[in-house]
């Protein structure tokens, strides 16, 4: 892995003919995980927040349809066109659909919440201010030879790399730390 601060290594990538890529953009905190397990569906909090969060919201009749659906996707994105992933990164959007579904249902919170459900929330919402926050990382990724687990998006220039619902997720992930081509580290107010 080449770790860089110039966007154009990003941007200029050149992979051989017969290597497929893809771009991934995500927080510091999370390219910690990646960098020893490979890239895993991330579901940012523990089991037990989320199903903390989707009680309380239900107990006050906040839809969480969308949010419940993030939680059961077992597939990582990355983006074909290297520009998708750098954008990603602008104006706090590392984390994803994640950290965008559970902060939308933390918004549609009342302010009237119990003391330890109201200490809660906000441990969560102070979470992901760290995340956005945090120091941005694009991934170039060599995506070649995974097999039909690799999606192509039909629409939109994206990769889908999906793992069976049914089945526990693996400790580490076929797209393994050694797949990791170059690795940029964003200033902050790079994009």
């Not at 290597?19 to 910690?32: K, L, N, R």
């Not at 459900?117 to 170039?140: H, M």
């Not at 526990?168 to 690795?183: C, G, H, Y």
Request: glycine fraction near 4%; aromatic fraction near 8%; include cysteine.
């Amino acid at each position: 892995m080449r770790i860089t601060q110039d966007i154009n290594d990003v941007l200029n990538f050149s992979p051989s003919a017969d290597q497929v890529v893809g771009f991934h953009s995500t927080s510091c905190a999370a390219s910690i995980r990646i960098e020893e397990r490979g890239f895993m569906p991330n579901k940012i909090f523990e089991l037990a927040d989320h199903e903390r969060l989707i009680a309380i919201a239900k107990a006050q009749g906040v839809d969480t349809f969308s949010y419940e659906n993030w939680l059961s996707m077992r597939s990582v994105t990355f983006t074909i066109i290297p520009d998708d992933a750098l954008k990603h990164t602008a104006h706090g959007k590392a984390g994803g659909q994640g950290l965008k579904n559970i902060s939308q249902i933390l918004e549609k919170l009342p302010n009237a919440l119990d003391e330890g459900d109201q200490s809660f929330v906000a441990r969560l919402a102070e979470s992901i201010d760290a995340i956005r926050s945090d120091q941005s990382i694009t991934y170039v990724v060599d995506l070649s030879t995974l097999g039909p687990r690799l999606d192509k998006d039909k629409l939109q220039p994206f990769y889908y790399y999906r793992w069976n619902p049914d089945e526990a997720l693996p400790e580490f992930s076929e797209i393994a730390p050694d797949r990791i081509l170059v690795k940029l580290i964003h200033a902050h107010a790079e994009v």
